[in-house]
C-alpha cells in the first residue's frame, strides 16, 4: 500500500488497532503525526565514550559488552547492578528498585547505555540508573540474522534518534525508530513546497521532506549541540513551518476582519466632554494612550479587534466605560461581559455608580435571574431601551436580540480561551470588539494567542500605591498571622483569607474554607465580622456577601479562588494564602491583585503546609521577589509549559507538535512577519499559485489543529 500522510497509523504494518490507541493517547493519529514526533534527544553513537576517558558529573553514551550483572537485595531496596567493559576497562552501572531488569542481560551482548557518570565511595566510575538499549545480541541468541543488521544499521555508527517511549514503555525508541524510518521509506516523492519559494529562501530553509528524514536520522557531519538544541536546519524547517501556518490563519483572520465594514463611530467634541465628565480621577499616561488606540480603531469603518492588556489593578475598567461612551453616544449599545457572575455584578455596580448619573441607561443581565426579569430585560434590549448591557459570556449564548450593538467588550479574557473568542467574534462580526485581560501574557505567547488582535498595553499603575508586600510564612505560625490580620482591621482596613478547596476530604488535608471558616469566625476572629464566599454558594447570596465586603461591614471574607478575579475593593490590604504551594502562578498573582488597589500599603501573605516541591518553592520565590505580572508570566511559562499555561489547553490553546513557545520565540515574530508578506501578493516574489498553495495547506492544518474553527 502506498502511504500518505494522512493514513490513519492503524493501517501501517506492525500497528493494530491496540497499538493504534496508545499512539491515539499520544496525540499521533497519521502518518503524518507520526512523523513529527521528534526525538526528544539524540546519541552519539559514532563518536561513543571510551570508559576510560569518563568525567565524574557528565551525561556520556557508552557502548560497551556485558559482563556480569545481578540483583543484590540491600536493607532498604533492591539494587541491580550490571558490569560493561570495553577491552579491560570496566563501568559498573546500577538502578535502583530494579528487580525488572533481573534477567535482561547476557553476558556478550551490545550494549548502549546513556546516563549520568558518578564516583561510588572507593572512587571509581559508574553509571546511575542509565537507560539503555541492547544493540546487539551475544553471537549465539540472535535469531533472525537480517533484522539484526538492520536493527545495527540503524543504531550503532551513527547519530541515534530518542524518542520518549510509549503505552507504559510497550513503544521503546527502537520501535518508534524502525516505524518512522519504514513509513519515511514509503511516502511517496515530496509534492511541491506549501511554503512559498521566496521565504524559503531568504530563511534558507531546506525542503519539508529533506527536514524529516534528517531530523531522525541526522547525517554524519551533523553538529550534535543544534541537535540537542533543535537548531539544525532540518528541526529550524520543522518549527519554522508549524508556525509559519499558525501565524498565516491568525493573520488571514484579522485582515478579514478588517475588511469587513463595521461602524465608523463619530469622536466629537460633545463625545469627548462625555467622557470627561464622567471621570472620577486623572487618568494615567498609559491609560490615555490606550484609550486613543481605542478610539482610533472605533472611528474608523473596519471593525476594532483589540486587545487591552495590563496588569492585574492597572485600571482597564475605566478605560472600558470610556470606549463605551463613545458608543452610547453615537447611538448604539455596549455588551459588557464577564468571565463570572460575581465580576458581572462588580462592573454592574461600578457603571451605575460612574454611568448612570451620567445619564446611561445600564442593565445587568445573568443567568441566575429569574425567568420573568430576564425576559424584562431582554425586552429593553431588544427595544434599545437598555444602552450598557452587562453579564457574563452567556450573554452570547442566550438568545439576546440587540437594537443596535456597536461594541463589545469581554473582560478578562483569558478565562474565555481562544476558540471561544473566535465564536464570540463571529457572531458580532460587525461591532467592535476589545477584549481585555488582566494577566499579562508573555509577548510570544500575545503574538500567537492573540495574532489576530491589535494589542494596547497599560504598563503602569495608578498614582500613590504602595507596592505590595509579599511573604511566606509556614502555617504553623499562623498564630501570628492571625495577629497581623487583627492589627490591620484594628487600623480600619479589611483582610481576605484563601484557601485552596471549600470542603475537606479525606484524600487531601487542605484546610478547607467551609472548616476554617467556622473557626476562624467561631473563635478566632469572633469579636469581628466575618464572611465566606465559595463558588457553590447559591448566587444572590454571593452577592449579598461581595456587597456587605465592599461596603465595608466585613471585616475578613475567608474564600475561595471565585475572587480571584477582577474584584475590587480598595479598601482591603491583607491577602493571606492558605497552602499557597497549591496554587499556580499566575493564580497567586491574580489573587494578590485583589489587595495594594487603595493608598495604603498591603501584604500578601503567603503560607504553606507540608513540604513544598521544587516547583513550589520557585513560584513562591518569584511572587516574593516581583510584583511584575509580566515577568510572572515568562516564569510560569517556562516552569509550566506552554500547553497548561493559565490553563490554556482546555481554553484551546494550540497544540504544537514540533514548535515550543519559550525555546522558539523569535521564529514566531519572524513567522508572523513572513506570514503578512506573502499575504501581501501575488507579487514579483510570491505567485499567485503559491498562495493558494499555502492557503489550502493552512486550512488542512487548521481544520485538524483547531477543529471547527474557520478560516479563509
Ligand atoms: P483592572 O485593570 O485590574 O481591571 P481596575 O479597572 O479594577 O483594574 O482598577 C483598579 C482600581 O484602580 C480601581 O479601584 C480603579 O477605580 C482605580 N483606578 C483606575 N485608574 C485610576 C487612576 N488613573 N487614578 C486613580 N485610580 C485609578
Ligand atoms: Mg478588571
Redesign the pocket.
Known amino acids: 500500500m502506498k502511504l500518505d500522510p494522512t493514513t490513519q497509523v492503524q493501517y501501517l504494518k506492525g500497528i493494530g488497532p491496540r497499538l493504534a490507541e496508545v499512539l491515539d493517547a499520544k496525540g499521533i493519529h497519521t502518518v503524518d503525526d507520526l512523523l513529527h514526533y521528534l526525538p526528544f534527544r539524540y546519541e552519539d553513537r559514532l563518536n561513543p565514550r571510551g570508559i576510560g576517558e569518563l568525567q565524574p558529573g557528565e551525561m556520556a553514551t557508552v557502548i560497551a559488552e556485558v559482563r556480569t550483572s545481578g540483583l543484590f537485595r540491600t536493607r532498604r531496596m533492591p539494587i541491580f547492578q550490571m558490569t560493561a567493559g570495553q577491552g579491560r576497562a570496566r563501568l559498573k552501572c546500577m538502578w535502583f528498585n530494579a528487580a525488572y531488569l533481573k534477567d535482561k542481560f547476557q553476558p556478550g551482548q551490545m550494549v548502549a547505555l546513556y546516563g549520568k557518570v558518578e564516583e561510588d565511595r572507593g572512587g571509581e566510575l559508574q553509571l546511575m540508573q542509565p537507560q539503555f538499549e541492547i544493540i546487539s545480541e551475544a553471537e549465539d541468541t540472535a535469531d533472525d540474522a537480517s533484522e539484526k543488521k538492520i536493527v545495527e544499521s540503524l543504531e550503532i555508527g551513527r547519530i541515534v534518534p530518542i524518542y520518549e517511549s510509549a503505552g507504559q514503555g510497550r513503544l521503546t525508541p527502537r520501535w518508534f525508530r524502525k516505524m518512522i524510518r519504514s513509513a519515511l521509506e514509503q511516502l511517496p516523492q515530496e509534492q511541491a513546497d506549501p511554503v512559498p519559494a521566496a521565504v524559503r529562501k531568504r530563511l534558507g530553509l531546506i525542503s519539508h521532506r529533506e527536514a524529516l528524514w534528517k531530523v531522525h536520522w541526522p547525517e554524519p557531519g551533523e553538529s550534535f549541540e543544534e541537535l540537542q538544541s533543535a537548531r539544525t536546519p532540518a528541526h529550524l524547517r520543522l518549527i519554522f513551518e508549524e508556525l509559519f501556518f499558525l501565524e498565516l490563519g491568525l493573520e488571514l483572520k484579522r485582515r478579514e476582519q478588517k475588511a469587513q465594514t463595521g461602524i465608523a463611530f463619530q469622536l466629537t467634541d460633545g463625545v469627548r466632554s462625555a467622557i470627561k465628565k464622567i471621570l472620577?480621577?486623572?487618568?494615567?499616561n498609559a491609560?490615555k494612550r490606550a484609550l486613543k488606540e481605542i478610539a482610533a480603531d472605533m472611528t474608523k469603518a473596519a471593525p476594532m479587534r483589540r486587545l487591552l492588556q495590563?496588569?492585574?489593578?492597572?485600571?482597564?475598567?475605566?478605560v472600558a466605560f470610556e470606549a463605551a461612551i463613545i458608543a452610547m453616544e453615537n447611538g448604539h449599545q455596549v455588551a459588557l461581559m464577564a468571565p463570572t457572575e460575581i465580576l458581572a455584578q462588580q462592573h454592574y455596580f461600578s457603571a451605575r455608580r460612574i454611568l448612570e448619573p451620567a445619564g446611561y441607561r445600564v442593565v445587568l443581565l445573568t443567568g441566575s435571574l429569574e425567568e420573568d426579569r430576564k425576559r424584562e430585560i431582554r425586552r429593553h434590549i431588544t427595544q434599545g431601551n437598555a444602552q450598557l448591557i452587562i453579564g457574563t459570556h452567556a450573554l452570547i449564548e442566550q438568545k439576546v436580540e440587540f437594537d443596535k450593538l456597536g461594541l463589545v467588550i469581554v473582560?478578562e479574557q483569558h478565562r474565555f480561551g481562544v476558540l471561544q473568542r473566535f465564536k464570540l467574534m463571529k457572531k458580532s462580526a460587525e461591532p467592535d470588539v476589545l477584549v481585555?485581560t488582566?494577566t499579562p501574557i508573555p509577548r510570544t505567547l500575545a503574538l500567537t494567542l492573540y495574532g489576530d488582535l491589535d494589542v494596547s498595553v497599560?504598563d503602569e499603575l495608578?498614582?500613590?500605591r504602595t507596592p505590595i508586600v509579599t511573604r511566606r510564612v509556614s502555617d504553623d505560625r499562623s498564630n501570628e498571622v492571625w495577629e497581623f490580620v487583627r492589627k490591620q482591621v484594628a487600623a480600619g482596613h479589611q483582610a481576605y483569607i484563601v484557601y485552596p478547596v471549600i470542603e475537606e476530604s479525606e484524600e487531601n488535608e487542605l484546610k478547607a474554607a467551609l472548616k476554617m471558616y467556622k473557626e476562624l469566625s467561631g473563635k478566632t476572629f469572633a469579636d469581628l465580622k466575618v464572611g465566606l464566599l465559595h463558588g457553590r454558594l447559591a448566587s444572590d447570596l454571593k452577592d449579598q456577601v461581595m456587597r456587605m465586603f465592599q461596603r465595608g461591614e466585613l471585616n475578613i471574607l475567608v474564600a475561595t479562588t471565585v475572587i480571584e478575579v477582577?474584584v475590587?475593593v480598595?479598601n482591603a490590604t491583607v491577602m493571606v494564602i492558605e497552602h499557597a504551594e497549591r496554587f499556580g502562578l499566575a493564580q497567586l498573582h491574580q489573587l494578590r491583585?485583589r489587595i495594594g488597589?487603595g493608598a495604603a500599603k498591603s501584604y500578601c501573605i503567603l503560607m504553606t503546609g507540608g513540604k513544598v516541591s521544587e516547583d513550589g518553592e520557585r513560584r513562591l520565590d518569584a511572587l516574593v521577589r516581583t510584583n511584575d505580572g509580566f515577568q510572572l508570566a515568562e516564569l510560569d511559562l517556562e516552569l509550566r509549559g506552554p500547553g497548561e499555561f493559565f490553563g490554556t489547553r482546555q481554553a484551546g490553546m494550540p497544540n504544537f507538535q514540533v514548535a515550543n513557545l519559550i525555546r522558539d520565540r523569535q521564529l514566531i515574530e519572524v513567522a508572523k512577519r513572513e506570514a503578512a508578506a506573502v499575504l501581501t501578493g501575488p507579487n514579483a516574489e510570491v505567485s499567485k499559485e503559491e498562495i493558494d498553495r499555502a492557503l489550502r495547506h493552512m486550512r488542512t492544518r487548521w481544520h485538524k489543529t483547531y477543529g471547527l474553527v474557520e478560516v479563509g
Open positions: 472620577p480621577f486623572h487618568p494615567t491609560q495590563g496588569d492585574v489593578g492597572s485600571g482597564k475598567t475605566i473582560d481585555m488582566a497599560i495608578p498614582p500613590g477582577g475590587d480598595a491583585g488597589r
